[in-house]
Structure formats: structure tokens, C-alpha cells
């Protein structure tokens, strides 16, 4: 239980209920599930990043063919 008090609930969670055999299982398993966590939270900022860069040039088109309109 102390080995994994830094970790999020989630991560604690899952780490607890799979019971690893070992201190040092629990140790891979919490790492493994942790650079998991980050990677996928990087893969979100990337997305919103791809998302907000579309939006930006869709939106400056439409403002420049609405000022050659005038």
C-alpha cells in the first residue's frame, strides 16, 4: 500500500486489483500504467492542438472572403 500512495486512484486502483505477486510487479504495473496515462493525455492535447489549428484557418477564409464582399 505505501509503494503506491503517489499514484491517482485510477492507477491505485488498478493496480490493487490485480493483485501483482510481487513488490516489484506492482512497481512495473503502476510505471506501465502511468506513462499509459501520460501518453494518452499528450495524444489529447495533440488532437485539441490539430482541432484548434482547422478552426483558425477555416475561420480567417471566411473573414477575408466577407471583407472582399465590401
Do not use: M
Amino acid at each position: 500500500e505505501q509503494y503506491i500512495q503517489g499514484l491517482t486512484k485510477s492507477i491505485r486502483g488498478d493496480v490493487t486489483s490485480l493483485q501483482p505477486a510481487t513488490i516489484n510487479d506492482a512497481v512495473r504495473l503502476g510505471y506501465q500504467l502511468a506513462g499509459q496515462l501520460i501518453q494518452d493525455k499528450a495524444d489529447e492535447a495533440t488532437e485539441a492542438e490539430k482541432r484548434k489549428g482547422k478552426s483558425d484557418r477555416g475561420g480567417r477564409g471566411d473573414n477575408r472572403r466577407e471583407h472582399n464582399r465590401r
